[in-house]
Every structure is written in C-alpha cells, then in structure tokens.
C-alpha cells in the first residue's frame, strides 16, 4: 500500500531553517503530483507547495513564496521541503500529500494519499 513519511519537523527559532523530507513507498513515484500542506491549531488544513511528477514545475502559497522550495528525487522516491527564514506563524503540523498526475495543486481534494504529519515549531 501507499505509504508517505513525512521527517525532519522540529523547534526552531524565528530566522532558522529547516527541511523536510517525505519517503514515499508503494507507488510509481516518478508519477506522483507531490504537495505539502500545514495545519495549525484550530485552522484548516491550507496549502503550502507542490510539484509535478517530472518536477518540471512548482507552485508555492503566497505566504511562503521566496522562503520555501519544493523539489523532489524520483531515484530516492522523496520529496523536500526547504524552509529558510522561519517565522513564529508557520507553527504547523505539515503533512506531505500525493497523487497519481494530479493538476489540482493546491487543494487537499488533489491528493489521494497522506502521511501522518511532522510538527513544526517556530519560536520567536
């Protein structure tokens, strides 16, 4: 079965960095639409990055854009999640995401499978 585990969560301080790693098993990853997406405390689940299967393309959350970078490893069946400049709001839960050639980046609804989630918090 699809299996996606999310790493590399933690407690850092405002300016830090971090990256994320999801390992993906059970699938042809090389044809997996691959998102992140955060929830926080008494939020929604909102979108953060994706990128398509050849990786030929990301897109990005307006409060992200320019701190984060999505990118992937077909041969490693990973993704990434690079975050530099890490402020207090994005405290999260993030969770990897991925679907078979999905287009429907930026919504939950665009992804068929899930991991289990890895905390993420920003101390200021």
């Known amino acids: 079965q699809v299996q996606l585990v999310e790493s590399g969560g933690g407690l850092v301080q405002a300016g830090d960095s971090l990256r994320l790693s999801c390992a993906a098993s059970?699938?042809?990853?090389?044809?997996?639409?691959m998102g992140w997406f955060r929830q926080a405390p008494g939020k929604e689940r909102e979108f953060v990055a994706a990128?398509?299967?050849?990786?030929?393309?990301?897109y990005y959350a307006d409060s992200v854009k320019g701190r984060f970078t999505i990118s992937r490893d077909n041969a490693k069946n990973t993704v990434y999640l690079q975050m530099n400049s890490l402020k207090p709001e994005d405290t999260a839960v993030y969770y990897c995401?991925?679907?078979?050639?999905?287009?429907?980046?930026?919504?939950?609804?665009?992804?068929?499978?899930w991991g289990q989630g890895t905390q993420v918090t920003v101390s200021s």
């Open positions: 995401a991925g679907d078979l050639y999905s287009t429907t980046y930026y919504s939950p609804r665009g992804y068929n499978y």
């Open positions: 059970g699938l042809t990853f090389s044809r997996y639409t």
């Open positions: 990128i398509t299967w050849t990786a030929g393309s990301t």
